[in-house]
DNA sequence: TGCAAAGCGGAGGCATCCTCCGTATATCTC
DNA sequence: GAGATATACGGAGGATGCCTCCGCTTTGCA
């Protein structure tokens, strides 16, 4: 309650040991691993072990659970966001905005467990996911705005929209097949989008179209 | 004491007790109760203590606490499906429609720890969600046929994309005025599905509102 | 090289989950 | 109505997990 400690940069900041930010590093990449696998209910333990540092080295990085949460959920979601600006440079406008949006699916698919921790995050924190929608609004909205520029798609549907309707088709992720059908309806989205006015140029140009594998995952050890 | 209970046989089936029957409501009425409060991280022992009876009796009710939240779950969902049931008999259909999205809507306010549980018991029971969304899907699926027929609104639309934007809407439902969005989103739904023409194909002519809604989803071809 | 500060790691206090079993009560038979 | 017994109740208690605290180690800087 008190005014903590004034992180101030100011005087004596020495540089952050390195060893510090090694292990902070671990902990995000442990901590994703974990939570995907085993679902927001994972030990903490269970992180700091596969992180290789003890537990109060975890505690230190991340007072609280939540906080682990959403470090961990805002890594994912500026790799999305980077993922929107390589693409809106390397893709041709609407297949970047196809490709984001199958990108966004597989997100989800690979970690399921992420799902349901970052819907108990939300549910903790009204900021973080105000903070997520915004951003995600943004990168969603870049592609957009070039798509329509271009006069591929119409202009008249908003990002939240799009954003919302995506988050819906994730939310439920365990039927048997939802990804397929996630996918196929991605598809149907960006087919909705397309301006039927504007002369839909297939293609005419893709001199390099890198093999960019699109995803927004990192290695893992 | 003996090896093992062999009275598995089911000669004498005695009624169960009414003891049994009125303890199991009330946990199911606390266990609501105490999760909306507090979100799906409340302990067991807090509803048991608000029902009334000891934590034994919770554990032999509700064998695991996904137990628990699946039975919640389900009663919740079908309460949903009774409204939809009532509507169908006591309003217009296009007005039942819309009741019945508003309901859905509200449901999620009043309960919001609700939401991050019911994510949480989604993921760890892929059965519980395939059984939620079916019943909920065919409960929708009745107000929409019946609003087709009438020719109140348009008829290529299925009750799983509807509900799946609903869930979309629902789902992110921490920001301030989330819940006035949602329910405009229900009118702007309600009135996108109207049939003007039960072969309306939006995007023309009418300039209209950024909040498009026609979407031709339902790829099932 | 020397010295603090920054960081590390795990023991341990506290809370929660779930099991086990002795006791109490409802149902059934006569 | 009374006895018999299956059924249910309730809480003590072991196991596990969350988080704090503090002595020891490592690192950056002079």
Redesign the pocket.
């Known amino acids: 309650m008190s005014g903590k400690k004034v992180n101030r940069v100011r005087k004596?900041t020495?540089?952050?040991?390195?060893?510090?930010l090694?292990?902070?590093e671990r902990l995000l990449v442990a901590a994703k691993a974990v939570f995907s696998a085993g679902g927001p209910?994972?030990?903490?333990?269970?992180v700091a072990r596969r992180a290789?540092?003890?537990?109060?080295?975890l505690?230190?990085?991340f007072?609280?659970?939540e906080a682990l949460f959403e470090a961990v959920y805002r890594r994912e979601v500026d790799q999305l966001v980077d993922l929107a600006g390589q693409l809106q440079s390397e893709a041709l406008p609407l297949e970047a905005l196809r490709r984001w949006l199958r990108s966004n699916v597989e997100f989800v698919a690979t970690k399921k467990g992420m799902a349901a921790a970052l819907a108990l995050a939300a549910h903790g924190s009204s900021e973080l996911s105000a903070y997520s929608f915004e951003r995600l609004t943004n990168a969603l909205g870049m592609l957009l705005a070039r798509a329509a520029a271009a006069g591929e798609i119409r202009s008249d549907i908003g990002p939240e929209d799009l954003l919302r309707a995506l988050v819906g088709m994730c939310v439920i992720h365990d039927r048997p097949g939802w990804q397929a059908g996630a996918l196929r309806l991605v598809d149907v989205l960006v087919d909705g989008l397309r301006s039927r006015a504007a002369t839909a140029r297939p293609g005419s140009a893709a001199p390099r179209q890198r093999q960019d594998t699109g995803r927004a995952d990192r290695g893992s050890p």
Chains 1, 2 share one sequence.
């Open positions: 004596t020495r540089q952050p040991r390195t060893d510090a090694r292990n902070r209910e994972a030990s903490q333990e269970a290789g540092v003890g537990i109060g080295t505690y230190r990085h007072p609280t659970r």
